[in-house]
């Protein structure tokens, strides 16, 4: 339902960041993580970021994701072309 | 054997023998839509023991929209002003007339976005535009709407307005225990969802699992972690005892997220929502504040509150209730598919009917086609 994927925190003015993403730059609000600070791992729902881990549990996560994103993938869901091309496919779902 | 083969094996053990203990079937239900589709993806079901059964739960937010509010949404798309900004999976459901995406090619101006910003963003963009967001989601995703609320009302948004069909997710399980003994629901503990629980936190259970004396577990995404927090349930109902457990601590606290909390309260109360299948659920909807009342599309576009009839032949209701499976319903995987979907359960992609469609057994009771979680134990 609610997937949140984990991303690393590469910048940060305000509430507003960037996260890296597997290499993908990926805009992040941090209004719900307001300790967060560049660095860190997050866990990051439809733009937000809502939790802190720490880098071990996030490589873990990302693993399942992924496979999860690739099953997702298989048969491209509603309105997967009209992704922004910056999401990775995974965040463009209904969250 | 790797170590997560290992961890792997040792949990699967511990889960049979505990389960071989019990006499009878047990049944639990995993809340969580992105659980259901990880647990078919890895094969569960054919690794655990015959009297251990998973069943789907309403924790899938495309799945649980009424089809009202579906026919809201396209309603509202379809007014030549609006820009209807939503999330992907939303636009392929099936209203009472077409979906979204049917509208959308009829002329009306839908757009998906990522996130709850981007639809702000969109309304400062084109100020001669109302843009309306359409949101659903439980509490992970509310507080993303509720932020953009925040933002309308200190950019002053004059164009902005948000159709909020968020839910609660604590009185929707509650309200399944409560129909149970009329429904049928047999149930012995749930799968807790674990990006919910981020927001909410642990404790949000302890009301159920004090009034109801059922086990909650909640757990991560992963195979092995599944199998974990699933191991727990069969060993608290091997000893009949109902507790709370978090197997999902590295991102789940005992409070949840208090500045998501703060936030959702600052902007939400608690109110009635209409869940499909489920009904009118006290307490289960996030109504928007009088204070935001001018960024509340409901208010704004004064919308009717009737209650539409769901499609008579489409089962999803029962599926996201525990009381049926895709196959006992006609249209799953003939009139039905991925591909034209009648039903929200096979839109989404988390969906129980596309789950399984794409992972289900083929026939009736077979084994699943494919299980790919280590079935290392002996
Ligand atoms: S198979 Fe289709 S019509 Fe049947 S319950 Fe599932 S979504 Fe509804």
């Known amino acids: ?95 | 054997m790797t170590r997560d083969e290992k961890e792997t094996a040792s949990i699967l053990h511990r889960l049979r023998s505990s389960a071989a203990a019990c006499p009878r079937t047990l049944a639990f239900m995993e809340v969580c839509g992105t659980h259901t589709m990880s647990a078919f993806r890895c094969g569960l079901a054919s690794v655990l023991p015959k009297n251990v059964r998973l069943i789907s739960g309403p924790g899938c937010p495309v799945c649980v929209t009424a089809q009202g509010e579906i026919d809201r949404m396209i309603e509202l798309a379809r007014r030549p002003e609006v820009t209807l900004c939503t999330y992907g999976d939303m636009v392929r459901v099936p209203g009472r007339r077409g979906s979204l995406e049917a509208a959308r090619r009829e002329g009306a101006r839908v757009q998906i976005v990522y996130s709850s910003l981007d639809a702000v963003a969109r309304a400062r963009a084109e100020p001669a535009r109302r843009v309306v967001f359409a949101a659903v989601g439980f509490e992970t995703t509310a507080p993303a709407t509720a932020a953009a609320l925040l933002a309308a009302r200190r950019l002053d948004l004059a164009n902005f307005t948000v159709l909020a069909s968020h839910k609660r997710i604590i009185p929707a399980m509650r309200a399944l225990l409560q129909g149970a003994p009329r429904s049928g629901l047999g149930l012995d503990g749930f799968l807790c969802p674990g990006h919910v629980s981020v927001i909410i936190g642990q404790q949000a259970y302890e009301p159920l699992v004090r009034e109801f004396n059922v086990a909650c577990v909640i757990g991560g995404f992963e195979p092995v972690q599944i199998l974990r927090a699933l191991a727990d349930l069969v060993d608290l109902a091997r000893d009949h005892r109902a507790a709370l457990i978090n197997q999902y601590p590295e991102a789940v606290t005992p409070e949840g997220n208090q500045a998501a909390r703060k936030l959702l309260d600052t902007v939400f109360q608690a109110g009635p929502a209409r869940w499909r299948g489920l009904g009118e659920i006290a307490q289960s909807g996030m109504i928007i504040r009088e204070s935001f009342a001018r960024f509340d599309a409901r208010r704004v576009f004064q919308l009717s509150e009737q209650a539409e009839r769901e499609p008579a032949s489409c089962l999803c209701g029962k599926v996201i209730s525990g009381l049926a499976l895709p196959p006992d319903c006609k249209l799953f995987g003939r009139g039905c598919t991925p591909i034209s979907p009648i039903g929200p359960c096979m839109v989404s992609s988390e969906g129980t009917c596309a789950a399984w469609f794409k992972y289900g057994p083929r026939d009736a009771g077979g084994a699943p086609e494919r299980h790919t979680l280590q079935e290392a134990s002996a």
């Open chain 1, 1 to 95: 339902m609610c997937l949140a994927i984990p991303a690393k925190l590469i910048e940060l003015k305000g509430d507003q960041g960037v996260v890296d993403l597997h290499s993908t730059r990926l805009p992040v609000n941090t209004l719900l993580i307001p300790e967060a600070k560049i660095g860190d791992w997050l866990l990051v729902h439809a733009g937000f970021a809502i939790q802190r881990i720490d880098s071990r549990a996030a490589a873990q996560t990302w693993a399942a994701l992924r496979d999860l994103a690739e099953a997702a993938e298989e048969s491209p869901p509603a309105g997967a072309k009209d992704r922004p091309d910056a999401a990775p496919r995974v965040t463009g779902e209904t969250p």
